[in-house]
């Protein structure tokens, strides 16, 4: 399947709707169910500080889907996504507290490609820190 959005339509520069994606222990506790990965740093205060780390931390492969949304949401298709990497850079830190932690994500059309593709450039912050770096989608658009 291809996007909805036409890739005529479409220049360098357009900017997707940005969005903010919550986090909560819970929320950590789920997508460990779901992915399998029950690394204590995801839910354990105790360990996370004693290996180093302020608290406990999201899920890289997490924030990383959280992140994609924002492309898949412009598309229509999530199968429009043809490629799609990042850089991990800082942790999404998350307190035991009940706001826990946002992830925020803007992007934009970064470069039109060959065969009816862009290139989408995802800016990915939490707590006013880049999370993800070079964190770049192509995707197919109709």
């Known amino acids: 399947?291809?996007?909805?959005?036409?890739y005529g339509d479409v220049e360098v520069g357009t900017e997707l709707p940005a969005q903010t994606f919550p986090v909560t222990r819970a929320t950590l506790v789920q997508y460990a169910g779901a992915s399998g990965?029950?690394?204590?740093?995801?839910?354990?205060?105790?360990?996370?500080?004693?290996?180093?780390l302020p608290d406990v931390?999201?899920?890289?492969?997490f924030t990383m889907a959280e992140a994609?949304?924002?492309?898949?949401?412009w598309t229509g298709d999530p199968?429009?996504?043809?490629?799609?990497?990042v850089r991990f850079t800082k942790p999404v830190v998350?307190?035991?507290?009940d706001k826990g932690a946002t992830i925020e994500v803007s992007g934009k059309?970064?470069?039109?490609?060959?065969?009816?593709k862009v290139r989408v450039d995802l800016t990915v912050t939490s707590d006013e820190r880049k999370v993800l770096g070079m964190s770049r989608a192509v995707v197919q658009l109709a």
């Open 1 to 6: 399947m291809t996007a909805k959005i036409a």
């Open 109 to 116: 059309v970064a470069a039109k490609l060959d065969d009816n």
């Open 37 to 52: 990965d029950f690394n204590p740093i995801h839910w354990n205060e105790k360990f996370a500080k004693e290996v180093g």
């Open 94 to 97: 998350v307190p035991n507290d």
């Open 57 to 61: 931390i999201a899920h890289g492969m």
């Open 79 to 85: 199968g429009a996504v043809v490629e799609y990497g």
């Open 68 to 73: 994609i949304r924002v492309v898949t949401d």
